[in-house]
């Protein structure tokens, strides 16, 4: 996360690094469904290191003698890490090479089976991290209370760093698109994806120094946990403050785009003065000439299954599951100042 960001639970509470060597980074892709046995479509289970999910697919496709466009797969997962993720494989005779030609010292095929259709982007439950933190400087009563604190309330779901670029480069570019300037076809998706990230963080960041962040506001979208499904606005009752401190529902905020926004009141008045405010409302008018419609994103997320030991006094190991479309570095944000050196 940018420094800047606001934090939720107070300032930082400790100084650490992360990812100085990969396997200080790992994450494991969650499955959101068993293979189907048959088919032409051949899913890999592999395990890699030091390699983006761009090159793996490239080294896969090359592997079976297909176009890189026969290669399905879920999420994108950085290249400074160990990581475990799924490939799809369109074989329509469904003969594959010997696994044995793919296996090397940074890619692993652990599992493989047929299934019926290829890979979709967004086609897994969520991600399970174990983070190893080195030199960490601070107060280690005060490091394990901040992040008991974290498991128990959750964190702002900020999009991180890596969705802008290097250096914010991303909204620069989406900028000069929207201004009119040509872009290779394959980077659209991702300029536009920076803009509407960048609106939502804005608008999040500004709940989180009122403090609404989790908590509703006249007006809210309410989002059910574990799924997309949203509902609102309605009066703020009992019942619903009851829904919200149990992590049953979420607030919401928007991720821009063509249509009427659905919250009223107070957020309805806080994300359209965003939209119009954010770069003189050039990224709210882009994504709305670019076709993307209306839709919301939860602002708080809860890590329920965070873990942390100590294995030297200034080395902590943390894990914990997000859900798909979370970031790990918004958890190491909300701790403290974390140095990334796989940056």
């Not at 892709?29 to 793996?56: C, D, Q, Y």
């Not at 599992?111 to 080195?134: D, I, M, Q, V, Y």
Request: proline content about 4%; some cysteine; overall charge neutral.
């Amino acid at each position: 996360m940018d420094a800047s960001f606001p934090r939720a639970h107070g300032a930082s509470a400790c100084g650490a690094t992360i990812r100085t060597t990969p396997e200080d980074f790992f994450v494991e892709e969650i499955a959101s469904f068993e293979p189907s046995g048959s088919g032409e479509h051949l899913l890999l289970t592999v395990e890699k290191r030091g390699m983006n999910t761009a090159w793996a697919a490239k080294r896969i496709a090359a592997w079976a003698g297909v176009a890189e466009s026969a290669i399905g797969y879920a999420g994108l997962k950085d290249r400074h890490a160990v990581t475990r993720q799924r490939f799809s494989v369109w074989l329509p005779k469904k003969v594959a090479p010997g696994i044995d030609a793919l296996q090397s010292d940074d890619l692993r095929v652990l599992e493989h089976a047929w299934h019926s259709r290829k890979l979709p982007r967004g086609a897994l439950a969520g991600n399970r991290f174990e983070l190893l933190l080195r030199d960490v400087v601070g107060d280690r009563a005060e490091i394990d209370a901040r992040l008991t604190t974290i498991r128990a309330r959750g964190i702002p779901n900020a999009f991180g760093v890596q969705r802008f670029g290097k250096e914010g480069g991303n909204l620069d570019k989406a900028l000069a698109m929207f201004a009119g300037r040509r872009m290779r076809r394959e980077e659209r998706p991702l300029l536009l994806s920076a803009a509407r990230s960048a609106l939502f963080n804005d608008v999040l960041a500004r709940r989180i120094a009122d403090g609404s962040w989790d908590r509703g506001l006249e007006g809210e979208v309410w989002m059910l946990a574990g799924s997309h499904s949203v509902f609102g606005p309605e009066p703020f009752d009992d019942a619903l403050r009851a829904r919200v401190e149990a992590f049953d529902i979420h607030p919401t905020g928007a991720m821009w785009g063509a249509g009427e926004l659905r919250s009223t009141g107070e957020v309805h008045a806080l994300e359209a003065g965003v939209a119009a405010g954010f770069a003189d409302g050039r990224f709210a008018e882009g994504l709305v000439r670019a076709g993307l419609r209306q839709e919301r994103r939860a602002l708080r997320i809860v890590p329920p299954d965070l873990q942390w030991e100590w294995s030297r006094a200034d080395c902590l190991r943390v894990a914990f599951s997000l859900p798909a479309g979370s970031y790990a570095t918004t958890v190491l944000h909300e701790l403290g100042d974390i140095r990334d050196a796989g940056i």
